[in-house]
């Protein structure tokens, strides 16, 4: 009932910046929260950033100063921009939405970030 279309992925060299997107569509409620979540190689995923729909945002510790996280409630859309990327970046970064007690999921998009 719920699709979230990423885009913005890519190859990066290191101390770089990229910009990922996701557009969530469906019953999306008025108040919910989106954030960014990643999973490096041979790692458990972990959760980047937050943010709901009043604008409260939570960073991981390592990315704290380094990634903004927005988003634009007429659009239903988030965003994070990725600055001084490091290697240790890479993986695949999955959009997240949670209404309610729900949570749904993009497909994942590759950073790969290059020294």
């Known amino acids: 009932q719920v699709q979230l279309v990423e885009s913005g992925g890519g190859l990066v060299q290191a101390g770089g910046s990229l910009r990922l997107s996701c557009v969530a569509s469906?019953?999306?409620?008025?108040?919910?929260?989106m954030g960014w979540h990643r999973q490096a190689p041979g790692k458990q995923r972990e959760v980047v950033a937050i943010i709901s729909s009043a604008g409260a945002t939570n960073y991981a510790d390592s990315v704290k100063g380094r990634f903004t996280i927005s988003r634009d409630n007429a659009k239903n859309t988030v965003y994070l921009e990725m600055n001084s990327l490091k290697l240790e970046d890479t993986g695949v970064y999955y959009c997240?939405?949670?209404?309610?007690?729900?949570?749904?999921w993009g497909q994942g998009a590759q950073v790969t970030v290059s020294s």
């Open positions: 469906g019953s999306i409620g008025s108040f919910n929260v």
């Open positions: 997240n939405i949670r209404i309610r007690a729900n949570s749904y």
